[in-house]
C-alpha cells in the first residue's frame, strides 16, 4: 500500500489549503473520492485518465481535508492526479519541493490532456498568497507569466509528463507591462464646476476617498462621476493581480469602472446566488464604483454597501458555506437632494421637509458616516474649469507619498485604506486638540466614523500639500465637506 499527498487552494479568495491524501493499493480496481461536493463525477472521469499513466489496475482513494464544500471544483484534476502520482511515483524530481512550495492546477481530459480551469488566474493568485513557488499547469503564455513574477510556472500539456517533469526554473523572459499608461485628464475640460467640487474631486482621486456628489438634476453631478475614471492612478502589480484573478479574460485594460443601476438587486450589487457568484462591489474591486441616484437604491442594498466599505469585502453567507469576495473600491455617488430635486436651489422645491428626509433617510446616518466626502452642487455664474495642470501634479505628488508610505503594507495603498487601529499612527491630530475650534469640532463628532474618515481625509489633504504632518487648516478643511446633515436638520 502507498500514500501520498498534495496541497490546494480552496474557494474563490479564500487562500486557505486543503489537503488531498491518496491510497493506492492491489485489489479490486477503482478510484474513490471523498471530501469533495461532486467527488463521484470527478472520479468516473479521472478513471478514465488513469489509463494514459497505466495505473487502471489499482484500487485508488481520494480525501479531501477539510471537506471543501465549495461546488465549482474543475481546477482539481491535476492535483488529483499528482497526489496518486506522489504515491505510485515518489522518485519523480517534483515531489522533491516541499508540499506547499508546489501546486497542480488544471483541468484534465478523458485522454489525459492538461487545460487551464475556470478562474486560473484567481488560483494563481491564492497560491501567491499561500507561498507557493511553483504551479505545474497547461502551457501559458508570455503575458500571463508576467502577472505573476515570482512564481515558476512548469508547463506539461498531459498527465503522462507528469512523473518525468523537472522543476526548473522558467522566468518569463521580458516584463509585460499589461496596461497603459493614463492620460485623460482633458476629458474634464467640458466641465463648469465649482472650486468647492473640483478640491472634492482631486482630494478624493488623491487618496481614494469616497465622494457624495448633492444636488439638482443637471448640474453635471453624473457626468463628473463617469468623467473622474480618467485620473484614476495605474494599479500597483498587487493590485493588477486582483483585478485579473476576479475579470480573468475580461479584465478592463485599467482599472475597472463599474455604473450599477438604482434598481439592482441585493444579490446584483454585493453578490448571491448559489455557488455565491460576485457583484458589482467585487467587479469594482481596486477600481471606481459609481452610484447614480443613491438615494435609489434599495435600502437592504445600500445597508449591505455599508459593511463593504468597512470590510472592503463582500461576505455572502448560503447555507452550505460563507464566502467572501474582495471589495475594496473609490465608491462617488450622486444624488438629489429631495425627490423634485430642488431643495437648496434658485427653484422652489415643492416637497415638504418630512418627504426630503425619508427621501434621504437611508443615506444619512451610518452610510454618510463612511463617506469621506459630501459636497453639494450647483450651477453658478462663478463655475471654473479644473485646472489640469495643477491637478495633475497634485494627485502624482499625493499618490507618491502614500506608495512611499505603506511600501511595506499589504493591504494599505491609500490613506483611505488605513484601519481604524492605525488611524492614531498615521493620521495624528493630537496636537490640534489644544485649538478651542479644532475642539468644538472634535467634540461634534461625539466619537463617530466620520471623524475617522475625516482624519484619514486631512492626511490625503496634508500629503497634496507637501506637509509632513496634520496641520490645523488641513483638518478644518477636511472636517468642511460634510453637507448631509444640514438637509436632515431642515
Ligand atoms: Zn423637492
Known amino acids: 500500500m502507498k500514500s501520498g499527498h498534495v496541497f490546494v487552494p480552496g474557494a474563490p479568495f479564500e487562500n486557505k489549503w486543503y489537503r488531498i491524501e491518496s491510497l493506492v493499493r492491489r485489489g479490486l480496481p477503482g478510484l474513490q473520492i471523498t471530501g469533495l461536493a461532486s467527488g463521484r463525477e470527478i472520479s468516473r472521469r479521472l478513471y478514465l485518465a488513469l489509463y494514459v499513466l497505466g495505473l487502471q489496475n489499482r484500487a485508488i482513494a481520494l480525501n479531501v481535508s477539510p471537506v471543501l464544500k465549495f461546488t465549482a471544483t474543475d481546477y482539481l484534476d491535476l492535483a488529483l492526479i499528482a497526489a496518486i502520482c506522489r504515491a505510485e511515483f515518489p522518485q519523480c524530481p517534483l515531489f522533491r519541493l516541499p508540499a506547499r512550495r508546489i501546486c497542480f492546477l488544471g483541468q484534465v481530459s478523458l485522454s489525459g490532456e492538461v487545460h487551464h480551469p475556470g478562474g486560473f488566474l484567481e488560483k494563481c493568485l491564492q497560491c501567491q498568497r499561500l507561498g507557493v513557488q511553483s504551479i505545474v499547469c497547461a502551457p501559458l503564455d508570455k503575458e500571463s507569466r508576467a502577472?505573476?513574477?515570482?512564481?515558476?510556472?512548469?508547463?506539461?500539456?498531459?498527465?503522462?509528463?507528469?512523473?518525468?517533469?523537472?522543476?526548473?526554473?522558467?522566468?518569463?523572459?521580458?516584463?509585460?507591462?499589461?496596461?497603459?499608461?493614463?492620460?485623460?485628464?482633458?476629458?474634464?475640460?467640458?466641465?463648469?464646476?465649482?472650486?468647492?467640487?473640483?478640491?472634492?474631486?482631486?482630494?478624493?482621486?488623491?487618496?481614494?476617498?469616497?465622494?457624495?456628489?448633492?444636488?439638482?438634476?443637471?448640474?453635471?453631478?453624473?457626468?463628473?462621476?463617469?468623467?473622474?475614471?480618467?485620473?484614476?492612478?495605474?494599479?500597483?502589480?498587487?493590485?493588477?493581480?486582483?483585478?485579473?484573478?476576479?475579470?480573468?479574460?475580461?479584465?478592463?485594460?485599467?482599472?475597472?469602472?463599474?455604473?450599477?443601476h438604482h434598481s439592482a438587486s441585493l444579490a446584483g450589487l454585493i453578490g448571491g446566488g448559489n455557488p455565491p457568484e460576485p457583484g458589482e462591489v467585487t467587479f469594482a474591486h481596486n477600481g471606481l464604483l459609481i452610484l447614480d441616484e443613491l438615494a435609489e437604491f434599495q435600502g437592504a442594498a445600500l445597508q449591505a454597501l455599508r459593511e463593504t466599505f468597512d470590510t472592503r469585502k463582500a461576505s455572502i453567507s448560503r447555507a452550505r458555506h460563507r464566502m467572501h469576495f474582495p471589495a475594496r473600491f473609490l465608491c462617488i455617488a450622486t444624488t438629489n437632494p429631495c425627490p423634485c430635486g430642488r431643495r437648496g436651489s434658485k427653484n422652489r422645491c415643492l416637497c415638504s421637509p418630512a418627504r426630503s428626509l425619508h427621501y434621504l433617510r437611508n443615506i444619512i446616518g451610518p452610510l454618510s458616516d463612511r463617506i469621506a466626502l459630501e459636497v453639494r452642487v450647483q450651477k453658478s455664474a462663478h463655475d471654473v474649469p479644473l485646472d489640469g495642470i495643477e491637478a495633475r501634479s497634485g494627485l502624482l505628488r499625493a499618490w507618491a507619498r502614500q506608495k512611499e508610505r505603506f511600501s511595506n503594507k499589504e493591504t494599505i495603498f491609500f490613506n483611505s485604506d488605513i484601519p481604524g487601529e492605525e488611524v492614531d499612527q498615521y493620521c495624528s491630530i493630537d496636537h490640534l486638540c489644544a485649538d478651542i475650534h479644532v475642539d468644538a469640532i472634535l467634540k461634534g463628532f461625539q466619537g463617530s466614523r466620520k471623524l475617522i474618515e475625516t482624519r484619514r481625509l486631512a492626511r490625503t489633504i496634508a500629503d497634496l500639500a507637501g506637509a509632513a504632518g496634520i496641520e490645523k487648516e488641513h483638518f478644518l478643511e477636511a472636517a468642511s465637506f460634510q453637507c448631509l446633515k444640514e438637509y436632515s436638520a431642515l
Open 147 to 260: 502577472i505573476f513574477p515570482q512564481i515558476d510556472f512548469l508547463p506539461i500539456e498531459t498527465i503522462k509528463d507528469l512523473p518525468t517533469l523537472h522543476p526548473q526554473k522558467t522566468k518569463p523572459e521580458t516584463t509585460v507591462q499589461a496596461f497603459p499608461a493614463r492620460p485623460a485628464i482633458e476629458e474634464l475640460s467640458h466641465l463648469r464646476l465649482s472650486r468647492e467640487v473640483w478640491r472634492a474631486a482631486i482630494l478624493s482621486l488623491a487618496g481614494f476617498h469616497h465622494l457624495l456628489l448633492i444636488g439638482p438634476p443637471g448640474t453635471g453631478k453624473s457626468s463628473l462621476a463617469r468623467s473622474l475614471s480618467g485620473l484614476l492612478p495605474e494599479p500597483a502589480l498587487r493590485e493588477r493581480q486582483e483585478i485579473l484573478a476576479i475579470h480573468g479574460d475580461e479584465a478592463p485594460p485599467a482599472r475597472p469602472v463599474r455604473m450599477p
